[in-house]
Structures are given as C-alpha cells and as structure tokens.
C-alpha cells in the first residue's frame, strides 16, 4: 500500500526556517508529481507548493512565493519544502500530497495524503 510519511514540523518564531521533508514509504519504479498544503483555523486545505515528477516545473502560492523552496531528490518520491522568513501567518498543518501524473497542476483529486506535520511560528 502507497503511502506517505512526513516530518520537520515544529515551532519557531517569525524569521526562523524549517524544512519539511516527505517521501513514499513504499518503493516503487514510477516517480509522481508530489506537494504541500496546509491547513489552518477558519480555512480549508490550502495548496503550497508542488512539484512536477521529473523535477523540473515548481509551483507556488503566492503568500509563500519568495520564500519556500520545494524540492526533490531525481528518480524518487521524495520530496523537501525549505521554509525561510517564516510569519506568524505560516502557521498550520501541513500535508504532504502526491498526485498519480507527471504534473502537479492538473485537476485531479489527490491520491495520497501524509499524516500532516504542525508548523507553528510565534514570537
């Protein structure tokens, strides 16, 4: 069974850096377009940040653009999210995601999710 596990959560405050690292726990030859989202308070899942499966398109939401880098080792369902200049506004849960395609951007539902990592900034 496909799935995904996380880490790198944790609390820090505003201007500190995380990284969120993800990767499919079971191997496989084909390599997937994966990405982030959060969730926080009052909002609905959210989308961060993906990337395509070769590597080579990344995508960003705007709040995040500037700051976050995801990136991803070659051949492999594995994934990083470099998380600089945090704000209080970052805060959330964050889950990793991959889709069945070579591209992030398609309108698809999400395959598989992670188990989510809380990311949490305050001064």
């Known amino acids: 069974q496909v799935q995904l596990v996380e880490s790198g959560g944790g609390s820090v405050q505003p201007g500190d850096s995380l990284r969120l690292s993800c990767a499919l726990s079971?191997?496989?030859?084909?390599?997937?377009?994966m990405g982030w989202f959060r969730q926080t308070p009052g909002k609905e899942r959210e989308a961060v940040s993906g990337?395509?499966?070769?590597?080579?398109?990344?995508h960003y939401a705007d709040s995040v653009k500037g700051r976050f880098t995801i990136s991803r080792i070659n051949d492999e369902n594995r994934i990083f999210l470099q998380m600089n200049s945090l704000k209080p506004e970052d805060s959330g849960v964050y889950y990793c995601?991959?889709?069945?395609?070579?591209?992030?951007?398609?309108?698809?539902?999400?395959?598989?999710w992670g188990q989510g990592t809380q990311v949490t900034v305050s001064s």
């Open positions: 079971t191997r496989t030859p084909s390599v997937y377009a």
């Open positions: 990337i395509s499966a070769n590597g080579l398109n990344t």
């Open positions: 995601a991959v889709r069945y395609s070579r591209s992030w951007q398609i309108p698809r539902p999400v395959d598989e």
